[in-house]
C-alpha cells in the first residue's frame, strides 16, 4: 500500500488532548508536591493500516503515550477513541474485547516473558483469556504464530532463558499477534538487539502487517529505524509534540529545529562525507518544571523573544504538515 | 582438540537438537540443591524421623500406653524381663520406654510445625500478594494489622493465649471433626487433639507476618515488570494474573520462608510444652519429655541428652534445608 492510499484510510486510533502527569508524593501526608508532566496535551490520530513513528529523547513521554493509549496506565485527561470507541470510558467487558484488538511489543526482550512459563504457553495465553479453551487449537496457533516469527514449533516447550535476544523479541510478536490484533503498540522493539538483529525483527514486523493489515504506533529513539518502517512519523520533546508529517516530508525538509537538530545527529556510514552538524546546547529540562513558552526555547539557535513567553500552537502549516513552533510559521507564512 | 571448539555452540537453544528435552526449573533446583551436603543429610535424617513417627505403632518398642514403675530410670539397652522387650533408650520416672515416646511424640510436634508453617504460609502469602498488588487503601489497611501483630511478643501472648483457651473450651468451639482427625492423626486423646489444635491456631495468628511482608515485597517489583503489563494488555483478570504470573514468581523466597517458620514453630511449640502450657502429660510431645528430663536430672543424667539431642538435631536440619533451598532457589546464581 503506497502512503497516499493509506491517507484515504479511515482513522483507526484518535487521541485528543491527552494528559498523563504522574504525582510526585512526599512529606508526612504523602500529599502531591509536583506532577512529572510526562504527556501534556497531545493529540493525533493513526490511520487504518499505517505505522505512526513516535520519536524522540528518553524521557519525553513516548511510552507513556503507548501505555496510556492502550489503557495500561490510567490517563490524567484526555480522549482515546479506538474503532470509534472511548477507551477511558469503557466497561470492563467491553475494555476486554477491546484489548482482543490491540497490543504491545515491549522494549526489553529479557523481562517482557514469564521467566517461569514455557513460552508457548505465554503466546496462547491471550486465547485461553479470550475463551478459546481447547489446548489443542491453541497449540496449533501457537505454533503457526512461532513459526510466522521464524521458530520452530519445539521452541513452544522452552523457557525463555533458553533463547537469546532477538530470538525473546520474536516471541513477544507472536504473543501480540496470536489473538490477531488490529493494532500494536511497539514500545521501542529494536531499542535492546543487536544492529544485525534489529533489521531482522523489523522486517518481521513489515511482513506481518503487510500480511494482517496490522496498523503499528512505533515508539523509537532512533531516527533510521523509524525512516526504515513508518509512513508518518511524530516527534516529541518534553510531554509535547513537536512535529507530525509523513516520512518523506520530515526527513527532506523538517519544519521544527528540534526535529532538525535531530536529523543533522543520525551517524552516516561514511566517513568521507563531512557536514554541517546542529549540536543542542545544554540538557533536556526536567518534566517537572517545562521551561514557559515553548518548551524548546532555552536550547534553540533560532528562538526569539516571542518563544520565552508564547507558547505555539501544533497547527498544520503545510497539508498534511503540523509543527509547534513560531519561527517555522512565520517561514511558511512568508513562502519559504 | 576438535570436540573442545565446537562443544559450546550446542548449549544454545537454536542449536541444540529437537528432541532434546529441556531440563526443567524443579530438576535446576534439585541439582543445584544437592551441592549443599548439610542441606541433603538433613533432607535424609527429616524424612527419616518423619517417616519412623508416621510408622509409630509399628516401629515402636513398646505400646505406646505401656508403663512399669519397676523398671523407672533404666539405663540404655535394658531388657524388660516379662516380655523380652529392650529399653533402647532406657525409660522415664514411670519406666516407660523413651523411644516409644520420642516416636509418638515426634507425629505431635512435627504436624504442629507442618500445619503452622503451612497455614501461616499460606495466609501470609495471601495477605502479601494481596497487599502488594492492589496497594492503595487496602495495602495500607493490611500493612497496619500486619505491624500490630508482629508487634506483639510471641511467647507471652502463646502462654496466655494458651492456657485460657485450653481451661475453658467453650471460649473456642471447634467442630466435632477437627478434633477428631486430630485424634486419629496424632494418636491421642481429644483433651490433647484439642490443645493441639489451639496452639496451632494460636501460632498462625502470630506467624504470619513474615511472610506476608516478604511476599508483598515481591509482589511489588514483579507486578512492574513487563509480562504481567502483557498480560494485562491480554485482558487477563487480576485473580488469574496474581495466579499464574505473580505467585509462581515469588514462590522461591516464599519457600525458604515456609522452612524457617517450620524451625520456628517447632521450637515454638516445644518451648510452650516444655513449659506445660501445650499439650499434657501423658500425652507425650517433645517438649513435655524435655520437662520430665529436667525434673529428674539426678536420677537419669542421660535422659536430657536422649530428648534433646533430637530436638537439636531437627531444629538444625530445618535451617539447614531452607539455607540450601536458598541457595538452590536463587536464580542470580543460574549456573
Known sequence: MSTNAKNTNPELLEVTNLVKYFPIKGGLLQRTVAQVKAVDDISFSVKQGETLGLVGESGCGKTTIGRTVLRLTPATRGSVRFQGKDVFKASVSEMKAMRKDMQIIFQDPYSSLDPRMPVGESIGEGLLVHGMSDTKKRNEIVIEMLRKVGLEDYHARRYPHEFSGGQRQRIGIARALALRPKFIVCDEPVSALDVSIQSQVLNILKDLQGEFGLTYLFIAHNLSVVEHISDRVGVMYLGKMVELTDRESLFRDPLHPYTKALLSAIPIPDPTVKRERMILQGEIPSPVNPPKGCRFHPRCPFAVDRCKVEEPQFKELRPGHFAACHVAEDQVAAGK | ?335
Open chain 2, 1 to 335: 582438540m576438535a570436540s573442545s571448539t565446537v562443544q559450546p555452540r550446542a548449549s544454545r537453544a537454536s542449536d541444540a537438537r529437537p528432541n532434546m528435552k529441556t531440563e526443567s526449573q524443579t530438576a535446576l533446583v534439585w541439582r543445584r540443591f544437592r551441592k549443599h551436603r548439610l542441606a541433603v543429610i538433613s533432607m535424609v535424617l527429616l524424612t527419616l524421623i518423619f517417616l519412623l513417627s508416621l510408622f509409630a505403632p509399628l516401629v515402636a518398642p513398646f505400646k505406646i500406653d505401656h508403663l512399669d514403675p519397676t523398671y523407672k530410670f533404666v539405663p540404655f539397652m535394658t531388657v524388660y524381663k516379662p516380655t523380652g522387650q529392650v529399653y533402647i533408650f532406657g525409660s522415664d520416672q514411670l519406666g516407660r520406654d523413651l523411644l516409644t515416646r520420642l516416636l509418638y511424640g515426634a507425629r505431635v510436634t512435627l504436624s504442629v510445625a507442618v500445619l503452622v508453617a503451612s497455614l501461616s504460609c499460606a495466609v501470609g502469602a495471601l495477605i502479601g500478594a494481596v497487599a502488594g498488588y492492589y496497594r492503595g487503601i487496602i495495602d495500607t489497611a493490611l500493612m497496619r494489622v500486619l505491624d500490630f501483630t508482629s508487634g506483639i511478643p510471641d511467647l507471652p501472648v502463646l502462654l496466655i493465649l494458651a492456657s485460657i483457651l485450653l481451661t475453658d473450651p467453650k471460649l473456642l468451639p471447634l467442630p466435632d471433626f477437627v478434633t477428631r482427625i486430630f485424634e486419629a492423626l496424632l494418636l491421642v486423646r481429644e483433651r490433647e487433639a484439642r490443645s493441639v489444635v489451639v496452639i496451632v491456631l494460636v501460632l498462625t495468628i502470630l506467624g504470619w507476618t513474615g511472610v506476608a511482608r516478604l511476599t508483598r515485597g515481591m509482589v511489588l517489583a514483579v507486578r512492574e515488570a513487563d509480562y504481567v503489563t502483557a498480560s494485562r494488555s491480554l485482558g487477563m483478570g487480576d485473580t488469574s494474573l496474581i495466579l499464574r504470573h505473580i505467585m509462581p514468581n515469588v514462590l522461591a523466597p516464599i519457600i525458604v520462608a515456609f522452612t524457617q517458620s517450620l524451625a520456628g514453630a517447632f521450637a515454638a511449640e516445644t518451648a510452650l510444652s516444655f513449659l506445660g502450657f501445650g499439650v499434657q502429660e501423658p500425652a507425650a510431645t517433645w517438649g513435655n519429655m524435655m520437662s520430665i528430663a529436667q525434673n529428674n536430672i539426678f536420677e537419669n543424667r542421660v535422659m536430657p541428652l536422649v530428648v534433646g539431642l533430637p530436638i537439636l538435631i531437627c531444629s538444625l536440619a530445618f535451617n539447614f534445608i531452607g539455607d540450601g533451598l536458598r541457595d538452590a532457589l536463587d536464580p542470580r546464581l543460574k549456573m
